[in-house]
């Protein structure tokens, strides 16, 4: 399933954030979205998902209109992992989890034995199936995110929208997390993901597209589109780009004035 | 003796009409013990509460300066003419506590009455409006068994003596009536009765309570006998009064009497009363016969209870004294049309509910 | 409305130990004894004197269809029955519409009466009494004055569109809730202060000492109605506690579920305030308790709050009753038992709402 969006003007009712974006995402591709604070990047997610409506332009899953499909429908679709808050209610992470097989489900209907089976195979993917009986509101921010990730793998979903998944986890999570986004994709998942981080965008996406001043300003593979002028355009930080001996490409940025 | 009350009822009306010359400024003592002073003129009186309304309407109804709240219709055939229409002024005391003080003064009373306890709160709002407004205000006691005593009092100091002497005899006369009708029955055989309120039937007054010491005066046991001194009101279960199984009910709720009597209610109609059909309706025009407000519009509920509770061995003929109270106290000649709606009303046939004006 | 013993969820074999709060082998069972108790408690206790010959009796012509004869069994049937039952259904109504109203608001510190039902049911009652109405008119104006107070309120949500749906709500039953309670107090002193004024305090004060059998028969169909969506909907209803936007992105209709979630649970508290006046704070503590036995999950908690409430309520009510002759008025009880233990809740619940 192919998610684009076609000269997508975005933003609230009282601003516009966005225009003229225009990008794509194919079945078993990551793209990776970059940019400064307050760009746009999370307006442009919920828009992407139908939670805002677009201000121009429209936006398609597959062959469809995403305004033209019911709610229900594009969560079969498109799946999202929003950045964690801390909740309100004590629900389990299985619970949580298990939310994710809604879309699934009829109206009436709760969850079934094989939708538990799989939250708790999608906990076991990122290594919490031990938080599976725990209170959500009493883990830490990047345990919380964990279990969004695994809510959006339980949901089963070919598309899935994640807003800065690594932003509250250790460096050994951050691993954890890209490594199961690049699984994921290797089965046929599309994913789209928010990093501050341009090594992540190195390490894992397919595409990149650079994002600034609610403008998307390049769009295409990573080594193309993070150089060293952009990064200083978007970020305002001296980098160079280098790659180490094993081949993988980073991004060393200058802490020197 | 009807021949004494009515020349009492014409003299007193001929009284009424000519204006009274108040006495000079003098100081007087309340029912509570408070001295104060009377003003030189009484033109304008003000009533307190509700009990003092009807006071004061029935001393000096040509002083009034309001009502705590205003004449229904289906009140107005039984007020005079001149006085049913004054606006509605609030009340200072009662369950209302309504009256802008503000609004007192605007009115501009000569006086401030107030009929009914005398005791602390009471003395201290009294004076605290007193010395607020700088208008006399007084305190006169409002028990069903000072009703003379008070007569006598609140008559002098409005300057209308002789029509007091005459309400207090009248209310003595009544009083030495039902007492000796009681006394010739004997305890065990008194009714025992539940005074129902409400449109549920479930709020009655203790024991001793204001609302209902007329029960206890017309030779009538009152159920809600707490064994302990509380008084005032209560609301009960239904079972209580299950338990209590009174012989009488009375109520003035139209709403109850009609739930109770119409169809088989499947609370009440296990209660003995009501399975012996003594289920009895006090009329409330243009004042509530047994309550509402407790005042001297008791005087006549008093001969009707008795009536209902010692039957033969009572000797008021409620027809003739209706007539004859509301002449004398109201300063009413009621019309025949009139009387038979109140008469029928107090049979269990009260008119329609009136609609809100 | 008994107990049901919904599928657990932790304790598949499938998943990990379960938590030392979620064993409900015990606890659904425990809820569904405790309402029986409550029942036998209620019909044993009252001032009139019934023996366990009286329950045989009256339970004979109970099912027999025989109209009771002897004054213990018309209290049993015709006063402590329909009196026990009522409060069975009140407490439950209340406190389930109580969980339903905290998670649709995201918020614990949420009564059913956020949207003002018990205020606009309450002005409806005063209205009735104010124009000296029948008992029975009284209670269908108290019925209408609660779901139109809330359609209205709804209807000004809808038109002013805010940003947060839940949070326009909210202000907007704050503010009409308001102004019925301003209707009421202008009420209180127009009306009259013998006949209507004690009338007026004592339905506003709640009180379940004069149900009827009638009073249970009206109110029954009216919940059992608003009880159905919210089971057929409790997953949805789980998913809605998240939040409109996750809830959206999860594949539920936010908007329309929610309106249809308030609009049964608004006929529920609707029709028992009907019957019993405002009952205040079982709506509010019991969804607490209840989602500290069971969780937060609406399949369970549901029930649990529901049989809780029914359980409390008859109990606090006979607690009321049995104090002394003069009734206590029940919503004065509810407060004094429920105020101390939300400050507990408060001080306890610092760092979440477990």
């Known amino acids: 399933m192919r998610l684009e969006a076609h000269d997508l003007a975005f933003g609230y009712p009282e601003n516009s954030v966005g225009r003229d974006v225009g ?16 760009c746009g990047k999370t307006t442009l997610f919920k828009t992407l998902l139908g939670l805002l409506p677009a201000q121009g332009g429209h936006v398609t899953l597959g062959s469809d209109a995403l ?68 209170d959500v509101t009493r883990l830490s921010g990047g345990q919380r995110q964990l279990v969004l990730v ?26 954890v997390v890209l490594t199961e986004i690049r699984r994921l994709a290797a089965r046929g998942a599309g994913i789209v993901l928010s990093t501050h981080d341009p090594d992540h965008a190195f390490a894992i996406a397919d595409r990149v597209a650079l994002m600034h001043g609610g403008e998307i300003i390049s769009n295409g593979r990573p080594a193309d589109v993070l150089t060293s002028e952009r990064l200083h355009t978007v970020y305002g930080v001296h980098v160079t780009i280098e790659k180490t001996s094993r081949g993988q490409v980073v991004c060393a940025p200058s802490y020197s004035r | 003796m009807l021949i004494d009350r009515r020349s009492l009822a014409l003299g007193a009306a001929a009284l009424m009409v000519v204006p009274r010359t108040a006495c000079a400024a003098r100081e007087v003592v309340d029912s509570a013990g408070r001295k104060v002073m009377l003003p030189d003129r009484i033109g304008r009186v003000f009533a307190a509460g509700g009990p003092a309304a009807v006071a004061v309407y029935v001393l000096r109804p040509d002083a009034m300066v309001g009502w705590p709240r205003e004449v229904r219709d289906e009140e107005k055939p039984y007020v005079l003419p001149g006085v049913r229409d004054l606006p509605a002024v609030g009340m200072i005391t009662g369950r209302g506590d309504t009256a802008n003080v503000e609004l007192l003064l605007k009115a501009k009373p000569d006086l401030i009455v107030d009929f009914g306890s005398t005791r602390g709160t009471f003395v201290s709002l009294a004076d605290s409006t007193q010395s607020r407004t700088g208008i006399t205000y007084l305190l006169i006691d409002g028990r069903f068994e000072g009703t003379a005593t008070s007569l006598r009092l609140l008559g002098a100091m409005l300057g209308v003596a002789e029509r007091g002497e005459a309400l207090a005899r009248y209310t003595e006369d009544l009083f030495t009536r039902v007492d000796n009708a009681v006394a010739s029955v004997p305890e065990p055989s008194r009714p025992r009765v539940y005074l129902a309120r409400g449109p549920d039937g479930l709020e009655t007054g203790l024991k001793g309570s204001i609302n209902t010491e007329i029960i206890e005066r017309a030779g009538g046991r009152n159920v809600a006998d707490g064994g302990d001194q509380r008084r005032g009101i209560a609301n009960v279960s239904p079972e209580q009064v299950l338990l209590w199984n009174p012989d009488i009910v009375v109520t003035w709720d139209r709403n109850f009497f009609d739930r109770v009597t119409k169809r088989p209610d499947p609370v009440w109609q296990s209660v003995k009363a009501v399975a012996e059909k003594r289920v009895f309706l006090a009329p409330t025009a243009p004042f509530g016969w047994i309550d509402r407000p407790p005042s001297l519009n008791r005087l006549i509920g008093l001969a009707w209870l008795a009536n209902i509770f010692h039957g033969a061995k009572s000797p008021f003929d409620i027809v003739k004294d209706t007539r004859a109270f509301y002449k004398l106290f109201y300063h009413v000649d009621v019309s025949d049309t009139d009387l038979g709606t109140l008469i029928a009303w107090a049979d269990g046939r009260p008119p329609g509910m009136p609609a809100r004006r | 409305m008994g107990g049901r013993q919904t599928t657990g969820n932790a304790g598949t074999p499938m998943s990990v130990a379960s938590d030392l709060r979620r064993t409900d082998a015990w606890v659904m069972p425990a809820l569904v004894l405790s309402v029986v108790v409550a029942a036998i408690v209620g019909l044993s206790a009252g001032a009139f004197p019934v023996t366990l010959d009286s329950f045989y009796r009256a339970f004979a012509k109970l099912i027999t269809g025989v109209p009771p004869a002897a004054p213990d069994e018309r209290v049993l049937l015709s006063i402590r029955g329909p ?85 326009v709500l909210v202000l907007g039953g704050v503010v009409v809730g308001a102004l019925a309670g301003a209707a009421i107090s202008l009420l209180k ?34 919940v059992v109605l608003g009880l159905v969506p919210l089971i057929l909907l409790r997953w949805r209803i789980n998913v809605l506690s998240l939040g409109d936007e996750e809830a959206r992105a999860l594949g539920v209709e936010a908007g329309r579920i929610r309106a249809v979630v308030i609009g049964a649970a608004t006929l529920i508290t609707a029709s028992v305030v009907a019957i019993s006046g405002v009952i205040g704070w079982v709506g509010l503590v019991i969804p607490h308790i209840a989602r500290m036995l069971v969780g937060p999950n609406f399949e369970r908690l549901l029930p649990a709050a529901m049989l809780m409430g029914a359980a409390y309520l008859v109990l606090v009510d006979t607690l009321a009753r049995s104090l002394g002759r003069i009734e206590v008025p029940i919503g004065i009880l509810t407060a004094v038992v429920g105020a101390p233990f939300f400050l507990w809740l408060l001080w306890r619940g610092r760092h979440g709402w477990s």
């Open chain 3, 189 to 222: 002193i127009l009306a009259d202060p013998y006949d209507q004024l004690p009338a007026i305090t004592f339905w506003l004060l709640g009180s379940i000492a004069s149900m009827r059998a009638a009073d249970v028969w009206s109110a029954l169909p009216a």
């Open chain 1, 23 to 38: 990008l794509a995402v194919e079945p078993g591709e990551v793209l990776c979205l970059l940019g400064p604070n307050g």
């Open chain 1, 67 to 134: 305004s033209a499909l019911p709610r229900q429908e594009i969560a079969r679709r498109i799946a999202y992992v929003p950045q964690a808050q801390s909740g309100v209610f004590p629900y389990t992470a299985l619970d949580l989890v298990l939310m994710g097989r809604t879309a699934h489900r009829g109206l009436f209907a709760g969850p079934t034995r094989e939708d538990r089976e799989l939250a708790q195979r999608a906990l076991d993917d990122l290594g919490i199936a031990n938080l599976a009986d725990r």
């Open chain 1, 150 to 175: 695994a809510r959006a793998i339980a949901q089963a979903s070919p598309l899935i929208v994640m807003d800065e998944p690594t932003a509250s986890l250790d460096f050994g999570n951050q691993v």
């Open chain 3, 83 to 167: 009196r026990v039952l009522g409060g069975l259904i009140v407490g439950a109504a209340l406190a389930g519409a109580g969980v339903v109203y905290q998670g649709l608001f995201r918020n614990p510190l949420v009564s059913p009466d956020v949207l003002g039902v018990s205020a606009g049911a309450g002005l409806g009652a005063v209205v009735g009494i104010f124009l000296s109405l029948p008992m029975i008119a009284i209670q269908g104006f108290a019925f209408i004055g609660g779901l139109t107070t809330v359609a209205l309120v709804y209807a000004i949500a809808a038109a002013v569109q805010g940003r947060d749906p839940t949070l």
